[in-house]
């Protein structure tokens, strides 16, 4: 059974970090992509960061690059989010997904998804 677990969402004040833990379980984790993913109260949900396992190609939205940072932990089948210098524009559930092969970083093409961690970012 495929599982997506997140972890680490909290309060934050503006221009504060977190990070986010993604442990996936039952698939083979360097084969898949994983992409986090964002929903705000009123918005679609979108993409934040897309990693794939296998050769490590990476996208970032335009709204986080240079101060988000997705990277994978292959001994703990673990993928991170690492979010600096945060706004209260990135307040959202924040949601990890997982599926079979690389494709864009758009929550269609996802198959498999956690229940979500909660990000609020206070002014």
């Known amino acids: 059974e495929v599982q997506l677990v997140e972890s680490g969402g909290g309060l934050v004040q503006a221009g504060g970090s977190l990070r986010l833990s993604c442990a996936a379980s039952?698939?083979?984790?360097?084969?898949?992509?994983i992409g986090w993913f964002r929903q705000a109260p009123g918005k679609q949900r979108e993409g934040v960061s897309c990693?794939?396992?296998?050769?490590?190609?990476?996208y970032y939205a335009d709204s986080v690059k240079g101060r988000f940072t997705i990277s994978s932990d292959y001994a703990k089948n673990t993928v991170y989010l690492q979010m600096n210098s945060l706004k209260p524009e990135d307040t959202a559930v924040y949601f990890c997904?997982?599926?079979?092969?690389?494709?864009?970083?758009?929550?269609?093409?996802?198959?498999?998804w956690g229940q979500g961690t909660q990000v609020t970012v206070s002014s």
């Open positions: 997904a997982a599926v079979g092969f690389l494709v864009p970083c758009v929550s269609s093409r996802y198959d498999y």
């Open positions: 039952g698939f083979p984790f360097e084969a898949y992509a």
């Open positions: 990693r794939s396992s296998s050769d490590g190609t990476t």
